[in-house]
T-cell receptor, first 115, second 110 residues
């Protein structure tokens, strides 16, 4: 596709359930980022992949959060045993280069609501 | 906490006027990027300015960077209704050290 695609666009889950969020980056983009965006705030960095390698996961809030990009293209962010504070928009972005000297291209995000 | 902080938090102007938003940061950077976000959508890249550049233009956008003051500004000239959005600065220190500010919500009155 032409841009970054995220699915689902909306996800409602009960507290304690596991969820999986998918990101299809732009073909050929080396770098992939996940962000969490609370209402009225800027995106907060969660994790970064260079191809299939997860080079930085320092922003993941807890060990309930897990991300993977096994073949260096599609990525999945998984949240286990969801809690109400996990409610947010999760954004994925991809970039052509390794060093963020090029712009990031964002998907429209997954809005996660935990009841 | 966020490194980049935008000022003002909200701005409402008349269509046709210019809009200026500011961003301050705390540590040294490789480059600084400005993004726009329409409600319910992802961020769209507007302009990237490198640490050795002082000013860049793109259409109706003008960005300045003052590394001595650790600040940047985004000027939108001749504003239009379609410019209504939130605007974020992002400071980049390395491949994964990117920090977004909390944004300026811009409203253009017809």
């Amino acid at each position: 596709g032409a841009g970054v695609s995220q699915s689902p666009r909306y996800k409602v889950a009960k507290r304690g359930q596991d969820v999986a969020l998918r990101c299809d980056p732009i073909s050929g983009h080396v770098s992939l980022f996940w962000y969490q965006q609370a209402l009225g705030q800027g995106p907060e960095f969660l994790t970064y992949f260079q191809n299939e390698a997860q080079l930085d996961k320092s922003g993941l809030p807890s060990d309930r959060f897990f991300a993977e990009r096994p073949e260096g293209s599609v990525s999945t962010l998984k949240i286990q045993r969801t809690q109400q504070e996990d409610s947010a928009v999760y954004l994925c972005a991809s970039s052509l280069d390794r060093g963020l000297q090029q712009p990031q291209h964002f998907g429209d995000g997954t809005r996660l609501s935990i009841l | 906490s966020q490194q980049g902080e935008e000022d003002p938090q909200a701005l409402s102007i008349q269509e046709g006027e210019n809009a200026t938003m500011n961003c301050s940061y705390k540590t040294s950077i490789n480059n600084l990027q400005w993004y726009r976000q329409n409600s319910g959508r992802g961020l769209v890249h507007l302009i990237l300015i490198r640490s050795n550049e002082r000013e860049k233009h793109s259409g109706r956008l003008r960005v300045t960077l003052d590394t001595s003051k650790k600040s940047s500004s985004l000027l939108i000239t001749a504003s239009r209704a379609a410019d209504t959005a939130s605007y974020f600065c992002a400071t980049i220190r390395s491949a994964s050290k990117i920090i977004f500010g909390s944004g300026t919500r811009l409203s253009i009155r017809p």
